[in-house]
C-alpha cells in the first residue's frame, strides 16, 4: 500500500521510532507526519517515506485540529 494524505502510518525508524502519525501531505519522497501532541499541525516533522511504513487505514476528509488527529490515532492504537 502507498502513502498518500490521511493516511496513518507507523514510524520505522528514528527517535519516534514504533509511533504512529497521519500523513499531512506528501512531497517529493518526503511526507509531512503529525499526531496531535509532539508533532502539531502547526509544526508537523518532514519525513522520508522509506522511513515510514504504511497501515492500511486512510482517513478521508479534512485533518485540521490536533485533537481530531489525537482521537483518531488514540482509537487505532486501541484497536477501535
Not at 38 to 59: D, F, M, Y
Request: with cysteine; aromatic share 4%.
Amino acid at each position: 500500500m502507498s502513502i498518500v494524505k490521511g493516511s496513518i502510518v507507523k514510524a520505522k525508524a528514528g527517535r519516534d521510532k514504533d509511533s504512529f502519525f497521519v500523513v499531512l501531505s506528501v512531497n517529493c519522497g518526503f511526507a509531512l507526519i503529525a499526531d496531535g501532541k509532539r508533532r502539531t499541525v502547526e509544526h508537523p516533522k518532514n519525513k522520508k517515506l522509506k522511513h515510514l511504513e504504511p497501515t492500511n487505514t486512510v482517513i478521508e476528509g479534512s485533518l485540521k485540529t490536533n485533537p481530531q488527529i489525537k482521537k483518531i490515532l488514540n482509537n487505532f492504537k486501541n484497536g477501535g
